[in-house]
Each structure stands twice: as C-alpha cells, then as structure tokens.
C-alpha cells in the first residue's frame, strides 16, 4: 500500500542546485535564475532575491529569450527546469540568442533519459546531440549532486554558455567522496582504475557502471570507468590514453540516444585521431519512443541495464584476445 | 445561461452529474492504489469537462474508434491522461480494471500522459504543453479540406496557454475560419508552482480568446448544466469562427483538502487518506446537492 505523498513535499524540499545557487546569489550580486514554471527546487533563491527570480509560467522560448536580453546586459542569468522542453522547445532561442553572440547562460535541467515515469514527451532522450552540435556550448551531464554545485560554481566565471544534464536529481546517490577528485569542466573524471578495459559514462548511469566494474572484479576483471561529465568539450587526451591503456576495448554506457551522444563523440575523437580499437561496444538508448516505466526497468528493457552493461564489457574484453 | 434554458435536459444533466462522480471516485482509488505521484489536482479540475465531452458532447463510438465521422479529442493538457483514460473507460473504450491494475508500470499503455501508439484509442500522443492547439487546428483543416462534418475538440489548461504555440495556433484558426474547432479551457488558476495570476498575468483572459477572434463562452467548469449549454451551443461546424468554452475550475475541486492546494498539483494517496479523500468528496456531493 503507498504512502501519501504530495508535490508539496517536492516543493520544500532543499536541493544542491537550490542552496547553491542562493549561496552564488549573495556572492555575484548579477547572478538571476529564470525557470519556466519549474521552479520547486529554487525556493531559497526566489525568497532571499525576489528581483532576481523570474518565473516566466509555462513558456520555455520566452525564459531562454529573456535570459539572453539579461546576459546582454552583463548579468549572469541560469535557466532552470525539465530538459526535454529547454533542449527542443526552445532550441532555436538556446542557439541563435545565447550561443551565436556566445552569452555566460546556464541551462540546468532535470529529466534527461529515462527516467521520471512521463513517457516519451517527457524524456529527454536526444538533448546531447541536440546540445553538442551547439557552435560555443559547452555540454555537461552530470550524476554525483555534489558535483552539481562545484559545476555551478566553476560556471560562474565562464563566459559562453553551458548546458547541465541531470537525470531526476533526488534520486541520484553520491559518487564521490569531497576532494576525491578534482573536478573540472573539460576534464574527464577516473572513477574506477583498470586495465582490461574502460567503461566510459555520464550521469545517472555512472552508478550502474561503477557496479558493473565491481561484479566483474569478482571474475577478476579490472575495469576502468571514466565519468566523462563533459560531453564537450571532450577529454580527447583520456581517450587516447585509456585506449592504449586498457588493450583498446571501450565500452559506452549512457542514458541517452545510443547513437549522436557520447559514443558518437568518443568515436569522432577515434576516427580524427586514427586509434584503433580491439571492440567498441554502445549501452544507450535504441530508436525508440519509450513507454512507461521505473528507470531501471527501461533501462533493462532497452538493453542497457546493469545485466547488458556486464555483458557488454565481457563481450569488450573477450574480443579478438 | 440559464437552467430554463435546459429543462427538458434535467434528466441528462443528473445522469452526467452521477458519471463525474463516479469518476472522481475512480481517479482517488487509483490515486490510492498506484505509487507513483499521479496529476490528482488537475485530474479532479478537468473532471466535469471531460465527463460532458466524453458523455454527452464527442459524438464517438467505442466500437469503431476510426470511423472517420467520428469528432476528434486532443486532451492538450496531457497530464489529466488518467482522468481522460477513466472517463473513456466509463464510456466503454477500455476496461477500468486495466487501467487500475497496470497504470504506469512497465509495459503498460496507461501511463502519465496519453501516448496513441500504445493506446489507440486516444486520438493524440500528448504531454508537453501547448502542443495540443495546433495538432487539433491541423486535425480541424483536414476535416473542412475533405468535406468532413465532424468537430475537434481540444481541452486545453490554462497555464498551458502561456505557452507562444497556442495562441500561433488561436490565430490560426481564425485565419482559417475553422468553425469545426472547439477549445475548452480548464481555468483552474494553478500552475505546478504558483497560482496563475501571481507569476502570469493571464486576466483579461476571454478578451484575449476574443482578441484572436474566437467566440467565447464563458461556465462554471463544475456546473454541468452550464456545461451541457456550452455544448449545445457549439456552432455548426460549417460556421467560420472558432469557439473557446472557458471553464471556471478549482484544481482539486472535489475533496477539500486538495482544492486550490498547491501540494495536490500531484501526489499519492496512503489508505487513511485515501479513506480521508473518498469521505470528502460524498460530503461535496451532499452539500452540492442540497
């Protein structure tokens, strides 16, 4: 039997991006934040700096507008709210209104993969893609919360824009321990050392992919795993480096379109760079409008859950040796 | 309107009026039965509306979901699918025991917003707001291209319609002169976050309907002889203007510790309060009715 729970619970709730960005608020008096009526998590901010706060209602191309007209003028606007409407609805405004004149905007969402239960309107599924043909964007998914607020921060002083994928937020676990690794936009992050082979990841999905890794040390298998939470610019060197240190075997797990996210990016950086592989195995999402669901169940309905991702990495390390 | 003007309709009206009840009922069981938060609020405030279309107004048939005659329903606001899924249900589409049993589980083609390739017998796959207006003004034009006499109905909420596409779309339609389109507004003055004319100011809502050139016609969303007038005023649907019927609404009309609550925009019902719910809204009827 369930228990009752409301919205309003959702709506008090504390987050990493809403205590972050009311800290940011008190040190960079130009910081404002702007969502189109997905505003729970920004409470602490809309409260301490009303006349920073713009809540636009149901209306994402206007948010991004207005965010470009503020960033003009030397502010510094984040855009908050569910992924699937700011990467397509409003794409033409993220594009020709903040990335052509090159604007400091952040946009930070929610819902990127399958996760939140929606249905297909409310996946978004293609959004790195859509993200990192961007001339000037830089594109991060991220899915430690603590790493969040460090993005957050590091943002403030960049000057084009930057695109922040999370999957549900509350849900997500913490990866990392404080100053376990330094994080740094651009820089991939070693989650896992090993030998056999690399798993490269980003987001939600690092946990599962770091749980991989360690069923297989069982077998005895050292598998690396790469948080490659910046999509672009991509860590080129790490992956040059990773391929000829794990014997050339890459595995690619995300929650995201299995072709056009980090795997196509990963092998863009392969072909320009002329290393070969011994295999080369994608965990993502196939041609599909998803249906409804827990995350974990799509994820092994679509064949890159935990069981796929162990096998996949079997399968990388077994080729051709 | 007056309720003169519909006294040959009592009958109808107290049949509807006990179909919305039931439905309200089955939206709290299913509230209390599935885990996940369901979009109660907006469930319970679109509740009359989709009752009257689906049980007076949409001339649709069950059993011959593609006849090409039949009227045509967007529920734009994507996010009452359930309440929409029952209402159908109660009208013989599907089987509400489907619905109560597999409702957003893997597999299922019941989930939070409606998806027509999973579920034909919805018309559209909806969800994302203020998508709903332009397929229906498309769905309106092919009908007046072939020479159709069917209407298209789409149940629009009104914090969708700060969204730029609908009213791309209300201009539309007049340009076109599709008289076959009918849009109900639940105007339930919520947003997810905020009541609506605290963040957006939408007031004067029916001059800007009227602005576009649509017709407008304004009831009480929750008075069902108001709503059968509403529809027994459609203009034929050779007619060259558009119509918009604006429902006045309480978001989570029906149990009151719901209503014009913020925290019902969704949520789940544990047994006490499903209990607490289901107590509620017989006492609303009650009181309602005396």
């Given at each position: ?10 709506l008090s ?9 009311a ?52 502010n ?9 409407f ?16 090159n ?36 594109v ?19 000057t ?24 740094r ?24 992919a ?34 000829l240190?794990t ?50 169940q ?24 | ?16 009026e ?17 885990e ?8 319970l ?17 069950p ?9 045509r ?43 027509k ?9 909806t ?23 069917h ?15 609908v009213?791309e ?47 407008v ?6 008075d ?34 719901m ?6 925009h ?25």
């Amino acid at each position: 039997m369930p228990e009752t729970f409301t919205f309003g619970e959702i709506l008090s709730a504390r987050s990493v991006i809403g205590s972050t960005l009311a800290e940011l608020g008190a040190q960079y008096p130009e910081l404002w934040v702007l969502t189109p009526d997905i505003g729970a998590t920004l409470v602490e901010f809309r409260d301490t700096f009303p006349d920073r706060f713009l809540d636009v209602g149901l209306a994402e191309q206007v948010c991004v507008g207005i965010a470009s007209g503020l960033a003009y003028d030397g502010n510094i606007p984040v855009v908050s709210g569910m992924l699937p409407f700011l990467s397509m609805r409003a794409l033409e405004q993220v594009r020709s209104d903040v990335c052509y004149p090159n604007l400091p905007v952040k946009i930070i969402g929610t819902h990127g993969g399958l996760v939140g239960n929606g249905g297909s309107t409310h996946y978004a599924v293609e959004d790195l893609a859509l993200m990192c043909a961007l001339t000037n964007m830089t594109v991060t998914s991220i899915g430690d919360p603590l790493m969040v607020g460090e993005i957050l921060r590091q943002s403030m002083t960049m000057t084009g824009p930057l695109y922040i994928r999370l999957a549900v937020g509350k849900k997500d676990m913490v990866l990392y321990g404080p100053g376990e690794h330094k994080v740094r936009i651009g820089t991939g992050i070693v989650a896992r050392p090993g030998t056999d082979a690399t798993i490269f990841t980003h987001g939600t999905v690092v946990a599962q992919a770091l749980q991989a890794a360690n069923e297989l040390a069982k077998d005895g298998r050292a598998v690396r795993v790469i948080d490659m939470f910046t999509l672009k610019p991509i860590d080129e060197e790490l992956i040059v480096r990773c391929a000829l240190e794990t014997d050339g075997r890459f595995v690619v797990l995300e929650d995201h379109l299995a072709y056009g996210g980090l795997a196509s990016r990963i092998a863009d950086v392969l072909a320009d760079r002329g290393v070969r592989l011994n295999s080369f195995e994608r965990l993502g999402i196939p041609q599909v409008y998803a249906g409804f669901g827990e995350d974990e169940q799509l994820r092994d309905k679509y064949g890159y859950g935990l069981a796929a991702t162990i096998a996949a990495t079997r399968r990388a390390i077994a080729a051709g040796a | 309107m007056t309720d003169l003007a519909h006294d040959g309709k009592r009958d109808t009206v107290a049949r509807l009026e006990d179909v919305s009840f039931e439905l309200r009922h089955k939206l709290l069981e299913l509230c209390g039965t599935y885990e996940g938060a369901v979009h109660i609020g907006g469930d319970l405030s679109a509740a009359d509306i989709l009752t009257v279309l689906f049980h007076y107004g949409l001339h649709v048939d069950p059993a011959d979901i593609t006849n090409p005659a039949r009227d045509r329903f967007v529920l734009s606001k994507g996010h009452a699918a359930v309440c929409m899924y029952i209402a159908m249900a109660m009208r013989g589409f599907f089987s509400y025991e489907g619905i109560v049993q597999t409702y957003g589980l893997l597999d299922s083609a019941y989930g939070m917003h409606p998806c027509k390739v999973q579920l034909p017998g919805v018309e559209c796959s909806t969800g994302s707001l203020g998508h709903g207006l332009p397929i229906a003004v498309g769905m309106a034009l092919s009908a007046r291209g072939r020479g159709e006499t069917h209407r298209v109905v789409c149940l629009l909420g009104d914090g969708e319609t700060g969204e730029g596409s609908v009213w791309e779309a209300a201009m539309a339609a007049r340009s076109n002169e599709l008289g076959n389109l009918v849009a109900f507004v639940d105007r339930n003055r919520q947003l997810m976050t905020s009541f609506a004319e605290e963040r957006v100011a939408f007031e004067p809502y029916p001059d800007k309907w009227a602005a576009f050139g649509w017709d407008v016609i304004m009831v009480d969303g929750h008075d069902m002889s108001q709503l059968v007038g509403a529809v027994d005023a459609f203009p034929a649907t050779g007619s060259d203007r558009p119509t918009v019927v604006i429902c006045e609404t309480v978001k989570g009309k029906g149990v009151d510790f719901m209503e014009r609550n913020l925290a019902w925009h969704a949520g789940s019902l544990g047994a006490a309060d499903l209990e607490r719910a289901i107590a509620a809204l017989e006492s609303s009827r009650v009181r309602e009715s005396v």
